[in-house]
């Protein structure tokens, strides 16, 4: 089969270019996913996120090399594996980042294409806010934003002890600015899931010049000369070749730059190693991997209102009848954002994501009793980290290693200290009175730099937010251009989130969005090239 256009990933980028390059009747795409379709329930009913963790099928399951500065642990990686990739298994928090970011961005790049000014509209295009448009937000887009349905008591709690510390409420994380608590919006539309697929697959799934193939699993791109011709992939237990005018890796931060060092593309010591003859030596692949490492404050709660020992049976029954209760809770409901000492500059360096239930162990260690949990973030850390290859098996897992808290100046440790301090504060103000019990964990409650340290080492995690690993720019670490094309081959581009110089501030899923819908206009040539 011949393509125009052949789309690795049907993910949060994937999707969009899926949708927005096929509204061209003459383009003839094809859409690959290597995992299956989106119809499991959970997916759909928002606090089904609690069952998602254990669902392997729908999961890349991915875990990292021990990490030194964290006791030597293995880190977990949950990514989608699915139609709508991790939008379809994520929180749902719906957060830009702050324009700072993005004119970041636009001078590392050097192409103004990716300033503030030139990403909005692409946000705005996105969107389609509950709340309305104004200056901020779009109303018209595929993808649905608005408020939650349903929130704890604890939430509320939360909003209120954040701000007796000190920290301005906020209605909009995404409008004038980001400072400060309140409730995040969410990628929700009528109180179920609105992951990319469902926003802009399944509008476009009947389209005749649109084709998507669940279950495959691309092995390599084909290369002829410095030219992408097509892709090999498995589908049904046998291999398939497909060429193709264009091929956009939309893989994520770590299977894109997996697949391009399994098609030559890479580090060529690295490609040798594993006997894979080298296309074009491209350093930058698999460098400069960057995630917002977390780390949890958990108590106990005096009163049995939080989420912990619900009635599924009931809490189903009532989000089937009315898509309200409970189950249309995306569970981290209140979000705040904050700047420490030690901010470099005007942006927040901190985000907080409260949970009206205990999570440890992003879920799969069920505690008993009832409690809350503060997930805490440094936004920009230092620290870099690499994806390579195990092996020229494109089955083979990748080897991930994101080096957390390695930076040489300590400032990632530093600030981290400072987030899990912000958290605790928050845990003793006042509201929090009629609900506080005792530490889950019993070295939990130091406030020492020292203890927090340890505790920090002992218990932190990933927050699922990896990026850069085909990052965009024309320094010798770059792997694509300002139009997402890769350097030194023809015919491929990557678009998703691994093509980030730097890590937003704050979730990467809307993003990785935008980034698809400024390809998309890239590609077509909708506006300025």
């Known amino acids: 089969m011949t393509y125009d256009t052949i789309i690795i990933g049907a993910g949060s980028a994937g999707c969009v270019l899926a949708n927005r390059l096929s509204e061209n009747p003459n383009r003839r795409v094809l859409l690959l996913e290597a995992g299956p379709r989106d119809w499991h329930p959970f997916i759909h009913m928002p606090a089904g996120i609690a069952k998602l963790a254990s669902m392997k099928r729908i999961n890349w399951d991915y875990t990292t090399l021990p990490q030194a500065q964290l006791g030597n642990r293995r880190i977990w990686w949950p990514r989608g594996k699915v139609l709508g990739g991790s939008s379809s298994i994520n929180a749902m928090c719906y957060i830009r980042g702050v324009a700072h970011d993005y004119d970041d961005w636009?001078?590392?790049?050097?192409?103004?294409?990716?300033?503030?000014?030139?990403?909005?509209?692409?946000?705005?295009?996105?969107?389609?806010?509950?709340?309305?448009?104004?200056?901020?937000?779009?109303?018209?887009?595929?993808?649905?934003?608005q408020d939650l349905r349903h929130h704890s008591v604890l939430t509320q709690t939360f909003i209120d002890a954040a701000h007796s510390v000190g920290l301005p409420l906020n209605p909009d994380f995404n409008g004038a600015q980001q400072e400060g608590v309140g409730f995040y919006q969410v990628t929700q539309k009528d109180g179920a899931r609105c992951s990319s697929a469902a926003a802009y697959l399944r509008p476009a799934h009947g389209r005749g010049n649109l084709h998507i193939v669940t279950r495959a699993a691309v092995q390599r791109v084909r290369l002829d000369g410095q030219r992408a011709v097509g892709v090999d992939y498995r589908h049904l237990g046998r291999e398939v070749h497909a060429a193709g005018g264009e091929v956009i890796a939309c893989g994520g931060a770590i299977n894109s730059p997996q697949l391009l060092m399994l098609s030559g593309i890479g580090p060529a010591d690295h490609l040798r190693e594993h006997g894979i003859g080298v296309a074009h030596d491209l350093a930058g692949v698999g460098g400069n991997l960057q995630d917002h490492l977390d780390v949890c404050t958990l108590q106990h709660c005096s009163q049995p209102v939080s989420y912990d020992r619900l009635n599924e049976v009931a809490v189903a029954i009532q989000y089937l009848l009315h898509h309200n209760g409970p189950g249309a809770s995306n569970v981290a409901e209140g979000g705040a954002f904050a700047r420490t000492p030690l901010a470099p500059d005007a942006r927040c360096d901190v985000q907080l994501h409260f949970i009206p239930a205990m999570i440890d162990d992003h879920g799969r260690n069920r505690l008993p009793g009832y409690g809350y949990t503060m997930h805490a973030c440094m936004l920009r850390p230092h620290s870099r980290g690499t994806i390579r290859l195990a092996s020229a098996d494109p089955a083979a897992k990748p080897v991930i290693q994101p080096n957390y808290l390695s930076d040489a100046d300590g400032f990632d440790l530093a600030t981290t200290i400072h987030a899990a301090r912000l958290s605790r504060d928050i845990f003793d103000a006042a509201p929090f009175d009629a609900y506080r019990g005792g530490e889950v964990f019993a070295d939990a409650g130091g406030r020492s730099d020292a203890d927090l340290a340890a505790y920090i080492r002992r218990k932190a995690e990933t927050v699922y937010h990896p990026v850069g690993t085909c990052k965009m720019g024309n320094d010798d670490g770059a792997v694509v251009d300002a139009e997402l094309r890769v350097h030194g081959i023809a015919g491929l581009r990557v678009v998703d989130a691994s093509i980030m110089p730097c890590l937003p501030s704050g979730n990467t899923n809307a993003p990785t969005i935008m980034i698809a819908e400024r390809a998309a206009e890239l590609i077509t040539g909708a506006q300025e090239t």
Do not use: C, I, Y
């Open 106 to 145: 636009a001078r590392r790049v050097g192409d103004a294409r990716w300033n503030w000014q030139h990403v909005l509209p692409a946000f705005k295009r996105a969107e389609a806010n509950s709340r309305g448009a104004d200056e901020f937000h779009g109303a018209d887009g595929p993808l649905a934003v």
